[in-house]
């Protein structure tokens, strides 16, 4: 006959620590109903006090878990520091030409202002779920058996306040949003400013350094674009060789001249293009100030000035046309040189 040794340590009111020579587990419950957690077993005990009547059932299967087979990671061939910059490089120069292939999401003012919102403000949906979760609980016998029913319910209360606050606030928003679309739709000048500053218009225009703003001439929507520093567009064309190295090579004149040309371009579309995403306008005025880099020495002023309609819009399939072809087909100012670059023009009236 062997020694057997058991100790039991009180840890909490219905939790006891089981300490023996085949393991530590431990028992959640009162006497009479209590879940002993083993190392590999879990086990519902039940009995009547004073009979030496009870009852063990194991819930889960001694068999240990079989971990998942692990294979190693297929790892694909690094690329070289060079191959890298030359596509970093390629990669910049396709997003300097593709600012106007990406707009904001268009605004439906219509729908925001027809938005019935007295039922919002009784009925928010995100307390209705949360009603709803607090009127369907039941507690399990395991909530009764550790006492935890009321805390979960105090839980759930608490989840249904968050949730009407939350509602509040969306409710709040909306009814900004309402007012906010009113005035646009009656072409209210100012709602139609801060409409483009809410909805980041220019945003994409002005991380590459460029200063933009829109205000009302006549009674005509007109965006003023000052590009920044000339060396956003790269002067330089960066390649691989056959034998893997970095060639760097200054870019030809006609090519940065080109180059530079689209970007601009690209500017203008995706400027008009946002603006008309988000206002009712039919048209939108655009003028885009920079030093002419066909003068010597170069004069800062108007470069490109460009007239925008939405129905000139339809139909341009603006990721496979080339940008400074597709501002020639709207009415504009531009006076760009091939092997010089911009010359001033005057703006569109």
């Known amino acids: 006959m062997g020694f057997r040794f058991q100790k039991r340590i009180k840890i909490a009111p219905g939790v006891r620590l089981n300490i023996n020579k085949s393991g530590v587990?431990?028992?959640?419950?009162?006497?009479?109903?209590?879940?002993?957690?083993?190392?590999?077993?879990?086990?519902?005990?039940?009995?009547?006090?004073?009979?030496?009547?009870?009852?063990?059932?194991?819930?889960?299967?001694?068999?240990?878990?079989?971990?998942?087979?692990?294979?190693?990671?297929?790892?694909?061939?690094?690329?070289?520091?060079?191959?890298k910059e030359v596509e970093a490089y390629t990669s910049y120069i396709d997003m300097l030409l593709s600012i106007h292939v990406e707009t904001v999401q268009p605004v439906d003012w219509e729908s925001i202002f027809q938005e019935y919102l007295d039922e919002l403000a009784e009925y928010g949906s995100n307390a209705e779920v949360a009603r709803r979760k607090l009127e369907k609980f039941q507690p399990t016998w395991f909530d009764?058996?550790?006492?935890?029913?009321?805390?979960?319910?105090r839980a759930l209360s608490e989840e249904l306040n968050k949730a009407a606050e939350q509602d509040r606030i969306v409710l709040s928003e909306k009814r900004a949003m309402s007012e906010q679309a009113s005035l646009v739709l009656a072409g209210d000048e100012s709602a139609w400013l801060e409409a483009l500053l809410a909805h980041h218009?220019?945003?994409?225009?002005?991380?590459?350094?460029?200063?933009?703003?829109?205000?009302?001439?006549?009674?005509?929507?007109?965006?003023?674009?000052?590009?920044?520093?000339?060396?956003?567009?790269?002067?330089?064309?960066?390649s691989l060789t056959a034998k893997g190295n970095l060639?760097?090579?200054?870019?030809?004149?006609?090519?940065y001249y080109s180059l530079y040309q689209d970007y601009v371009c690209s500017c203008i579309l995706g400027a008009g293009r946002n603006v008309l995403a988000i206002?009712?306008?039919?048209?939108?005025?655009?003028?885009?100030?920079?030093?002419?880099?066909?003068?010597?020495?170069?004069?800062?002023?108007?470069?490109?000035?460009?007239?925008?309609?939405?129905?000139?819009?339809?139909?341009?399939?603006?990721?496979?046309?080339?940008?400074?072809r597709t501002i020639e087909?709207?009415?504009?100012?531009?006076?760009?040189?091939?092997?010089?670059?911009?010359?001033?023009?005057?703006?569109?009236?």
Not at 41 to 66: C, D, F, H, M, W
Not at 329 to 349: A, D, I, Q, S, Y
């Open 247 to 255: 060639s760097r090579k200054k870019m030809g004149k006609t090519n």
């Open 201 to 238: 218009a220019f945003d994409t225009i002005e991380q590459f350094g460029n200063t933009v703003h829109a205000q009302f001439r006549n009674s005509e929507l007109a965006v003023y674009v000052e590009l920044g520093d000339e060396e956003v567009v790269p002067a330089e064309v960066l």
């Open 329 to 349: 087909t709207f009415e504009h100012h531009m006076n760009h040189l091939k092997t010089k670059g911009f010359r001033l023009v005057e703006e569109l009236e």
């Open 25 to 83: 587990s431990t028992s959640l419950g009162r006497r009479g109903a209590s879940v002993t957690v083993g190392k590999r077993v879990v086990r519902a005990n039940v009995g009547i006090p004073g009979t030496g009547i009870s009852y063990s059932e194991q819930l889960t299967s001694k068999r240990p878990r079989r971990s998942a087979t692990r294979t190693a990671p297929v790892t694909k061939p690094a690329f070289s520091a060079k191959a």
């Open 144 to 153: 009764r058996l550790c006492r935890r029913e009321e805390a979960k319910r």
């Open 279 to 324: 206002l009712p306008a039919e048209q939108v005025l655009i003028h885009v100030y920079d030093r002419s880099q066909a003068d010597e020495p170069p004069v800062k002023g108007c470069i490109v000035s460009v007239r925008i309609r939405r129905e000139e819009l339809s139909g341009v399939l603006f990721e496979l046309q080339d940008s400074s």
